[in-house]
């Protein structure tokens, strides 16, 4: 039996798509995931439902009647409940203020009812995860902290939906075993619920149906039997039968060119110690939130270290700001473009040659023809689709974005290229030839340092990978041994 | 960049218009030394909006509230040096621009490497100068007279055009060639746009900040000290009136208060439309209490066409 | 303890234990009931308005107006009786509407028509103006003497003005308790956390314009019983002090994290620093000067602090 269901839902930011008829429907009892590559829409058709974002076409009905909710409040009052992928909490009110904001028990008199409050949120957030402090301010907490906190915010709403968006990205193991509990608590009370995630395993054990996103369209909806059907699940997603073998460069290596002997970011970590060749690619894998990121960025200046030493070219280097390294021929592709990579606001030009501006002694004066250049140089070199290089970054797509983030460093990695998960929420064929520029970078005898979430492009581009566990390297894979089993198997080797 | 063209020749035009309306309503109001006062007013009005434009483009919630103070600064130990004579001029100039950076600098880095909101740490520093001054004028007793050369330059015009306003234009041109064209300019824009981009780009974040506000304690010192010539003498509170009018200027000519964008074209345009729309309000014959809130109505008008233009873009 | 750090009260309240000691120290008959009191009715004004203040800035705006708001209803005060023959009651009744109308037009203008509030509210600052000029071009007119001889007063040995500050800022307390004072916190810490959680950001932002003038009529109400008389450049002074008061008090202009107390205390603090000066024998021009210097002091302490938090 339907409880909410969305027709045709089509929503437009500027001049992007970001839905274009997406449906679903959300039946009692049930979970429901819904899955997608990046940029299919899926948050955004979240948002529609939980009355954050309105549509600019489609319908949507609960319990059968047509309704529109153009506010959270408004959602919230059909019991339209969502706990978002990046927590939203008020930094300086404590947990429990923060739990019931918007919805606040009122007691005597109209006033907050604090001790009610105070019980009913201490009880909630056992059950995900006991002995929590309700009094910490949220701003204190850890992102897996505030994840929790997020999430029972939305179970003390007594929902008749639930949405989780990608809920499980900072737990522990433990504590999705309790989150799945109270989704299933949930569920026999009738409630439905939607689970937004990129973790199969999770989603063949919670759900019973799946919704495909693709470019905004949903390209599939079935209910899961006992084995979720993987080939059939990515090609979905992918749009392509199957993804093309990435074809490797014979590459030449060369002598050392980094070099770390215990490289850590706070004093309890060991440290990391590896070297790195001219013309390799060496990849670091693991677990999610092991340290791989932050080796990079401490290794390109923007962290500060705690221990531990790094040489290039056999010369010991101090990274103590990004302007230390880049000058050392040494450059990072930061994990985040939106925040760390591109000024949004500005031209592909611009952007493509702020780093060399920063770092160019002479001329004081912008060589501008030099940079219209050097600009198209990259544009072709990168396969960037834009009408030209003065079009601003933020009317380019997610991968050709990603181009230039990585674009702007091509003429300055000299010694080392450093990369943190490039190809994130980039679609296939721009991942083909942002990797294809990166095996070039290589061939012309910079060292490349890549992490990547991906086991798979780790295996596909790599000649050695480093397995990371807190901030150690736990194992080293080369040729044969360098396999998917092996690469998790140490992943998980030090793991309660 | 035409878009900015677009917002200053708006702001131009509305300019013009205002003048042209406001003959009809005065005659005279578009009299040579009545528009020759117009430009006057504007140019040092425009200069102090260059102070702001800098500090907002480098972003960070950026403002100067000392502008004020630091042209009381170079107008009154300005005078205090020149003793009225012109051959002092040039050393004494170089002198208060000095200061003026300094106390700049001061801002800079209690806002780059204390992280102290801008409005709070210029506003501070606003109070320390200014109560500087008035110890330094009242212990000192300081000479308060303009030297000839001032009054030429801030009174006095060029084939029609007053030297001030020509002035206004080549620092003007000097500034929007700097921040466009120089390789520090897009540090300061990339700063405003993305401090973290810039920061991991290769850009020393903190020096870029400190140097905003030193540039704009420099121009606001040497502008005070211009304008000695125009009022024919250094007195308290000299600056004070330009301080929140400079804000308001820049805003109205298309600064963004959060940065990396916006360009100064548009903002000097703007300071020859409110110098216009101020003067049209006092010759009309209303009483103060009639142009204040004539005055402020006409603002508030003003941000809502601004807000409906940039939601257009 | 705990609650006082939360709320970053704890610079704010020992600058002003610091200024309060030294004070006494130059002037030992501070501790006078007479003294104290007088003290109190000096420095009301400014702890209301800098309350007013510290209202707006926790829900994330600011108001450049709250000086001129304070002239235009001084004026109206002063005036409204020899204007429309009005007696006390009925002024009284008038000047609080509009200080309500006021407070109304801003929050209008930056919560819902979103305006950024440093620049509106100077527009609306010279709005206030022109009534206050409109109200007494020149500084006269007369408020009823019943109200200063009330206000000079006091009730059980307690000084009006000071049950005047207490109630206003123990109102504020109260409304703590209530989902909207709590709101209006959460919308200044994190405006996007606060609408997700279906608050209203517009109306609580609204509403606390509309709560925050109200503490600007009382401020001009103990003003307007002191001078009992209208000016308009009475107010001028009182936008700039409020803003460091507020700075002061631990209040961070971000938004959503300090408490209107510490913006109290740091007026009383900002009240006791001009008598350090006087009894020190400083001539008063030096008071500019100090004014900025305490700014600064309190400022290093404020991110002293906080930087040792954040590590």
Known sequence: MSILTARGVVKRFGGVVALNGAEISLSAGRVGG???????????????????????????????????????????????????????????????????????????????????????????????????????????????????????????????????????????????????????????????????????????????????????????????????????????????????????????????????????????????????????????AGLQGQGQEEILEALAGGRRIAAGRVRVEGGEVRPRRPSDMIRHGVCLVPGDRHRQGLFIGQSIEENLDYPSACVRRRPWILPFAEIRRRALEIIGRLGIKTSGPTQEVAALSGGNQQKVVIGKWLPLATKVLLLSDPAKGVDVHAKGEIYAAVEGLAADGAGVLLYASDFQELLSMCDRVLVVYDGRIVGEFAGETMTEFNLLAASFGRAA | MTAFLRTGGLLLALSIVLMVLGNFVTPGFLSFTQVSTQLKISAFLGLFALCQTFV???????????????????????????????????????????????????????????????????????????????????????????SPFLAQLAGRTTLGVPNIFLLWIAIGLAAVWFLSATAWGRKIFGTGANAKVALLSGTHVRMVKISVYAISGLIAALTGFCLIGYVGAAFLGLGDAYVLSSIVVAVIGGMSLAGGRGSYVGVAAAAILITVLTSLLTTMQISEAGRQIIFGCILVVFLLLNRHLDRAH | MRALRHAGLLPSLGMLIVVFAINVALQPHLLTRGSLSSNIATFAPTILVSAAQAIIVLSGELDLSVGTGVSMLNCALATLPELVGWGLWPTLGATFAIA????????????????????????????????????????????????????????????????????????????????????????????????????????????????????????????????????????????????????????????????????????????????????????????????????????????????????
């Open chain 2, 56 to 146: 907002l483009i480098a972003g960070g919630e950026g403002v100067d509230l000392s502008v004020g103070a630091n042209g009381s600064l170079g107008g009154i130990v300005g005078a205090a040096l020149i003793q009225g004579q012109d051959s002092a001029v040039l050393p004494v100039a170089i002198l208060m621009g000095l200061a003026g950076a300094a106390v700049g600098t001061v801002s800079g880095l209690g806002v780059a490497l204390f992280g102290v909101p801008p409005l709070v740490m210029t506003l501070a520093i606003a109070s320390i100068v200014n109560g500087g001054l008035i110890i330094f004028e009242s212990i000192a007793q300081p000479a308060i007279a303009t």
């Open chain 3, 100 to 311: 309500v109308m006021a407070g109304a037009t801003n929050g209008v203008l930056v919560a819902y028509v979103r305006l950024p509030s440093l620049i509106v509210t100077f527009a609306t600052s010279a709005i206030w103006f022109g009534i206050a000029l409109f109200f007494r071009p020149q500084p006269g007119g007369s408020v009823d003497q019943v109200f200063g001889d009330f206000y000079a007063g006091s009730v059980w040995g307690v000084p009006i003005a000071l049950i005047l500050v207490l109630v206003a800022l123990g109102l504020w307390s109260v409304l703590q308790r209530y989902p909207l004072g709590r709101q209006l916190l959460a919308v200044g810490g994190n405006p996007v956390a606060a609408f997700h959680a279906g608050i209203d950001v517009r109306w609580v932002k609204f509403c606390g314009y509309c709560i925050a003038w109200c503490f600007v009529y009382l401020g001009s109400l103990a003003i307007s019983a002191q001078t009992l008389s209208g000016d308009s450049r009475l107010g001028l002074p009182y936008t700039l002090t409020s803003v460091a008061a507020v700075v002061i008090g631990g209040i961070s202009l971000a938004g959503g994290r300090g408490s209107v107390w510490g913006a109290a205390f740091g007026a009383i603090a900002l009240g006791l620093v001009a008598n350090v000066i006087y009894f020190a024998g400083i001539p008063s021009i030096y008071q500019e000067f100090f004014k900025g210097i305490v700014i600064c002091i309190a400022l290093s302490f404020t991110f002293i602090v906080g930087r040792r938090k954040a590590a």
């Open chain 1, 34 to 284: 819904l899955l997608g590559a990046n940029g299919a829409g899926k948050s955004v058709l979240s948002a529609i439902l939980a009355g954050e974002i309105t549509p600019d076409e489609g319908e949507m009905s609960f319990d059968g009647r047509p309704i529109s909710h153009p506010s959270p409040r408004a959602a919230r009052d059909h019991g339209i409940v969502i706990a978002h992928q990046h927590a939203s909490l008020v930094p300086d009110l404590p947990v429990w203020e923060n739990l019931f904001l918007g919805a606040e028990r009122r007691g005597w008199l109209g006033l907050i009812d604090r001790e009610g409050s105070r019980t009913a949120a201490a009880e909630t957030l056992a059950r995900l995860s006991p002995d929590f402090d309700i009094d910490r301010l949220a701003g204190e907490l850890s992102s897996a902290e505030q994840q929790l906190v997020e999430i029972a915010r939305a179970l003390l709403r007594k929902p008749r939906v639930l949405i989780l968006d990608e809920p499980t990205a900072s737990l522990a193991h433990a504590e999705v075993d309790r989150l799945f509990q109270e989704i299933r608590k949930l569920a026999a009370e009738g409630a439905a619920t939607v689970f937004i995630s990129h973790r199969l395993p999770e989603v063949q054990e919670i759900c019973d149906d799946v919704v495909v996103l693709r470019n905004g369209q949903t390209v599939g909806s079935w209910s899961i039997g006992d084995k979720l059907d993987h080939d059939r699940l990515l090609s979905l997603m992918t749009g392509e039968a199957e993804v093309a073998a990435h074809q490797r460069l014979v590459r030449d290596i060369g002598p050392v060119v980094l070099e770390t002997t215990g490289l850590a970011v706070t004093p309890r970590h060991e440290g990391a110690t590896l070297t790195l060749r001219r013309g390799e690619i060496v990849g670091l």
